[in-house]
């Protein structure tokens, strides 16, 4: 303890003269695995299937180059003065026009817009998480959101997934232990479709069950869905929030529709929820960058945004067939995966014995970068998955990064059975737990 | 208390069924009286003295637009690309030239690029404030940071300001009467230069015992300093940050020496604070926007950007004269203010009986409206004070709106000379504490 009026003590072990100071949440903030590798992973030798970074080559520069002009020679005074927390009223009607291409019916008052979906995310976990309280999230589930809920201090519980998604039958047993154990379950974070990392989509059958089974319980169930529209055979699942309008905040983004470094994003709450987000988003950045808002605005008003959703459909789906195909090729016995039907990622499961976080630097020397499994649990688990992203790379580039990771994991599979699995552990050192392969 | 697994229970006294799910937090989230203002105040007939927008009819915007169409055209795969949460390298390079105005000798590895400078104020909070930690800030204090400090359940105490800004004896006796409470104080939170809303500026003399007080104490000193550049008389202050590095965290703005719609800020750190704050930023935004630090990268590489702020400064300096020579010809005996010498706010103080807050929804209806002082506090105070922002409307529309407050104050002195004090106060309620007029 720091007793007030104190200056800090700068401990032998640490060269942070403020490490006194600090808030106790900021213990849960570490660096994300995936960030951390971007640097080294972005030199042009290595082929990274590690980041989820959009296929932009696909948008039309020159016409929105135009449009943007456009913009701020005539709309400049809005687009660069401060705006309202909640959003440009019209850019939240044309949000809406989005959302009803997945059943949703919802009104414009109750659409906040968000610096991306992370900032919702981040805003949702503000108004309901106290330090200690439980979201139930799928296991693997999306890094980003594992690291909201560590700033907020809540206690994130796993739960199992299968090809059709969330496990009805999990979430009750979770549910059900956390009880037990005395906490409090403030939401159930849930990605349905096309899910980050896994790649699975929450079968349509499963989706009014885990609906009721939230509701019966109080929890309330907060849908992330960045890829809905990215569905590789045409179908747009009906979203959670369409049938269940009081229990659902829904997540959405432009990011994977249409561009991400503008950074808007939305969150869809019900009436009273709405309030208490718009009021946690001016004290986060009084308002979202009201040029990106109008540039979405005039992109849905112009442009043929769902015939650019549908290029990019087509171009993922290239790039899955890609990376599928080469992994059915190139990879040795005993690895498993799935086959996304939309998204960025397939989830691939190694033989047994093998460390993908150990794996890591070796596969990088051999010019090959992807993201262990590890940095989507918040348990420890997934030392023996990986998430490959096909999203970015060309469908060539795709297969031979497939290939180099399957040598990688050749020569794995060969250290491994000549000297046993502490070979790989040792690289990774005291961080890597790794309890499903132990 | 909501047992887990038990459905909300929905209180006879509220509509909102979410009600038990909010985290503690939310308690302190209560709608700033300035921006529930805003709506109303933007009416045409009325003359606005309460918002904060800056004069952005004085940006070229036809060169701008032509700026961001060619950073959109040519640069576009990365403007609109996912980007590092510590910020665009070349931007971080050119914030420490804006600084280095003040002063400051700074490395781009210590800047952290933000939405807007709330996100910077909210991000230092985050790592710094666990719930009951304490924040000084100057009394009245900038509203923004008020609500960041709120949310994150940091109590503030305020400190005496005079004409020179915050005194030194008021800081001591703060301190110390904080630590006989037994609580801790994380940092100061001050607004050196032209400050928002009192309008003074800390005494140059004054600054190195601010420092030394802070330093000696085991307090942090976060400087917030959106105004800096916009000194009226051409003279720049040295930043606080320049002569205490390793004790300083500056919060930095393009917001009003370029534009508040592109949401760029920053914050300065000692390299340790900076790794925390990156995390920080990654978990609330995971990046800020791309293309708005694109923008403001080319807008400082090939626009005269110093013009730019020359400019500022005479349009504000012309706004400044135009409110305090109509105060002189207005105002009812027993009003004081203060005549800035930079930046957006003149602090007016009413005369006895007078309550601000009461008094705003019939200065509304005299069709002008402004900031009432009890916004800027923590603690209630500030009801015989009000803000009067020059920055938006024309000198015309200023002594327009100057007048019709005067206007509506020697009606409401005369109001509370035949009926006593009650009559202001019964309009605003119960929520309207008034312990500096009791």
Known sequence: MNLPGQPPKQGARSLDPHLRRYAARTAGMTASEIRALFAVASRPEVVSLAGGMPHLAALPLDSLSAEVADVVATEGLVALQYGSAHGVPELREQICDVMALEGINAHPDDVVVTVGSQMGLDMVTRIFCDPGDVVLAEGPSYVGALGSFAAYQAQVVHVGMDADGLVPEALREAIASVERSGRRIKFLYTIPNFHNPAGVTLAVQRRAEVLDICRAHGILVVE??????LGFDGVTYPALRSTDPDNVVYLGSFSKTFAAGLRVGWVLAPHAVREKLVLAAESATLCPPTLNQLIVSRYLSTHDWKGQIKTYREAYRERRDAAISSLEQHMPLGSTWNKPTGGFYVWVTVPEG?????????????????ASGTGFYADGLGSRQLRISYCYPTPERIREGVRRLANVLKDEIELHETFGPTVGRAVSGPHSPSPDTA
Chains 1, 2 share one sequence.
């Open 354 to 370: 093998i460390d993908t976080k150990a794996m890591l630097p070796r596969a990088i020397t051999q010019r090959v970068a992807y």
């Open 224 to 229: 992330d869905n960045p890829y809905g529209l």
